[in-house]
C-alpha cells in the first residue's frame, strides 16, 4: 500500500480558507462598534483589496463597487475570502466582484450569492462574466443589484 503525500489542500486553497478565517475573526470584533464604523472598516478592505489589483480587474472592481454603492446603499462593504463584497444588514453577502487574476481565468465574474432576491421561475443568472462595462452594461448590472438587494 503506498501512502499518499499530497497534499490535501493546495497552496491557493489554504490561502482561501486563511483568508476567509481571517475575515470571520474581523466580522466578530466588528459586532462591537457602531453600524457606522463597522461600514467605514469594510469600506477601507474593499477599497484595500481593490487597490492590490491589476489594472483590468482594478478598474472593473471600482466601478462594480460605485454601482453597487448607488444602486444598493444600504449594502455593507466588506471582503469575501478576499474579495470585494457587499452584505445585507443580516451581515450576508449578496453580490462580490471575482477577478480574473486571482483564479488565472480568462475573464472576471460579478456574482450574488444565496440572500440575493434574483429568483425568477425555476432558472435564473446568478454570475455575469464582466471584461468592461458600458453604459449599458451599467445600466443592466444596476437593475439586478437593485433586484437582489431591495431597500428593507
Same mark, same amino acid.
Given at each position: 500500500?503506498?501512502?499518499?503525500? @499530497?497534499?490535501?489542500?493546495?497552496?491557493?486553497?489554504? %490561502?482561501?480558507?486563511?483568508? /476567509?478565517?481571517?475575515?470571520?475573526? #474581523?466580522?466578530? %470584533?466588528?459586532?462591537?462598534?457602531?453600524?457606522?464604523?463597522?461600514? @467605514?472598516?469594510?469600506?477601507?478592505? &474593499?477599497?484595500?483589496?481593490? %487597490?492590490?489589483?491589476?489594472?483590468? =480587474?482594478?478598474?472593473?472592481?471600482?466601478?462594480?463597487?460605485?454601482?453597487? /454603492?448607488?444602486? /444598493?446603499?444600504?449594502?455593507?462593504?466588506? #471582503?469575501?475570502?478576499?474579495?470585494?463584497?457587499?452584505?445585507?444588514?443580516?451581515?450576508?453577502? &449578496?453580490?462580490?466582484?471575482?477577478?480574473?487574476?486571482?483564479?488565472?481565468?480568462?475573464?472576471? #465574474?460579478?456574482?450574488?450569492?444565496?440572500?440575493? *432576491?434574483? =429568483?425568477?421561475?425555476?432558472?435564473?443568472?446568478?454570475?455575469? @462574466?464582466? #471584461?468592461?462595462?458600458? /453604459?449599458?452594461?451599467?445600466?443592466?448590472?444596476?437593475? *439586478?443589484?437593485?433586484?437582489?438587494?431591495?431597500?428593507?
Amino acid at each position: 500500500m503506498t501512502e499518499n503525500t @499530497a497534499p490535501v489542500l493546495t497552496e491557493f486553497e489554504r %490561502a482561501a480558507v486563511k483568508e /476567509a478565517a481571517k475575515e470571520s475573526r #474581523t466580522r466578530v %470584533a466588528r459586532k462591537k462598534i457602531s453600524a457606522e464604523e463597522a461600514r @467605514a472598516a469594510g469600506e477601507a478592505d &474593499v477599497m484595500a483589496k481593490i %487597490a492590490e489589483m491589476d489594472g483590468e =480587474d482594478g478598474a472593473l472592481a471600482e466601478a462594480l463597487h460605485r454601482l453597487v /454603492a448607488e444602486n /444598493a446603499p444600504h449594502l455593507v462593504p466588506r #471582503t469575501y475570502y478576499g474579495m470585494p463584497a457587499w452584505a445585507n444588514g443580516a451581515g450576508k453577502v &449578496v453580490c462580490f466582484f471575482k477577478p480574473k487574476a486571482k483564479f488565472k481565468v480568462r475573464y472576471a #465574474t460579478f456574482e450574488f450569492e444565496w440572500p440575493a *432576491r434574483l =429568483d425568477e421561475g425555476a432558472v435564473w443568472p446568478v454570475s455575469y @462574466a464582466v #471584461t468592461a462595462l458600458s /453604459a449599458t452594461d451599467l445600466a443592466f448590472l444596476g437593475e *439586478r443589484i437593485r433586484k437582489a438587494a431591495p431597500a428593507e
